[in-house]
């Protein structure tokens, strides 16, 4: 006979959010504090054209925190859950296009910690973090957490 470990449903839906959050304050708070440092990491993608670049550094970061804020308070949870997958799609894609091109740089996700070189694995966490927070999205229009 196994003993299986089960989760409630509501407590694996907060340890999505505060996961998801989480990951969206620890994101974003550092290039809140050097937005420069940022918008290299930005540019270096040569994605987006110059002129968007500092826009970008600047408020893409803000946009983390704000996203990572409700979403580890509880607060308008479909709508955060929504715009953390969007954020999360746009950031797998860049990665992925990035790597197609053969650029070799560092992803700039957590300018707080060392160098990262985009790879398969910088993608297949980028997916992870995008399947939970799919999760996340698709509980939260089943449940009424929304304040």
Not at 56 to 75: D, K, R, S, Y
Not at 115 to 128: L, S, W, Y
Request: proline letters at 3%; aromatic letters at 12%.
């Amino acid at each position: 006979m196994t003993n299986k470990i089960k989760i409630p449903k509501h407590m694996f839906f907060s340890m999505a959010r505060l996961f998801i959050g989480g990951l969206f304050l620890y994101a974003g708070v550092p290039k809140i504090m050097d937005p420069t440092a940022f918008a290299h990491a930005v540019y270096r993608y040569q994605i987006l054209p110059d002129f968007l670049v500092n826009l970008t550094a600047i408020v893409l970061p803000w946009l983390e925190v704000i996203t990572g804020g409700f979403l580890v308070a509880g607060i308008w949870m479909a709508g955060a859950a929504l715009t953390a997958n969007l954020m999360l799609y746009i950031f797998a894609a860049a990665l992925v296009a990035t790597l197609v091109r053969g650029l070799n740089i560092d992803c700039g996700c957590f300018v707080n910690t060392r160098e990262e070189i985009i790879n398969a694995g910088t993608i297949a966490r980028d997916i992870a973090f995008l399947v939970v927070a799919g999760y996340l999205f698709a509980a939260s229009l089943t449940r009424r957490t929304d304040s």
